[in-house]
């Protein structure tokens, strides 16, 4: 499956932006569909995880409670709701895919990756 992340920008400190994350192929809904961050004094961390039907969810500590996984898997699509951003929150944004079952957090666990997109958060 191949991944096109959109819908990174410039935001100021309070505001919300919402990503999006296309897939190709006939077997979106086979992924479990996951969103990490990068800067670059960090490793790539998780932010949040969802299952192939989207009856669960995983959240990092930071951004629960403020940001939303969802899916359309009619459209093949996910999306990362990001509300009550911050200047932690500037980050490269990547959604990422695997065909294992469950949600886990460690990068490694994704086979597939789109190809980033920026989120600047300005205080």
């Known amino acids: 499956v191949q991944l096109q992340a959109s819908g990174g920008g410039l935001v100021q400190a309070g505001g919300s932006l919402r990503l999006s994350c296309a897939a190709s192929?006939?077997?979106?809904?086979?992924?479990?569909m996951a969103w990490f961050r990068q800067t670059p004094s960090k490793e790539r961390e998780f932010v949040a995880a969802?299952?192939?039907?989207?009856?669960?969810?995983s959240y990092a500590d930071s951004v629960k409670g403020r940001f939303t996984i969802s899916r359309d898997n009619a459209k093949n699509t996910v999306f990362l709701q990001m509300n009550s951003l911050n200047s932690d929150d500037t980050a490269v944004y990547y959604c990422?895919?695997?065909?294992?079952?469950?949600?886990?957090?460690?990068?490694?666990?994704?086979?597939?990756w789109g190809q980033g997109t920026l989120v600047t958060v300005s205080s």
């Open positions: 969802i299952s192939r039907s989207a009856v669960s969810t």
């Open positions: 192929g006939r077997t979106f809904s086979s992924h479990t």
């Open positions: 990422a895919a695997t065909t294992s079952p469950g949600i886990n957090r460690s990068p490694s666990w994704y086979e597939y």
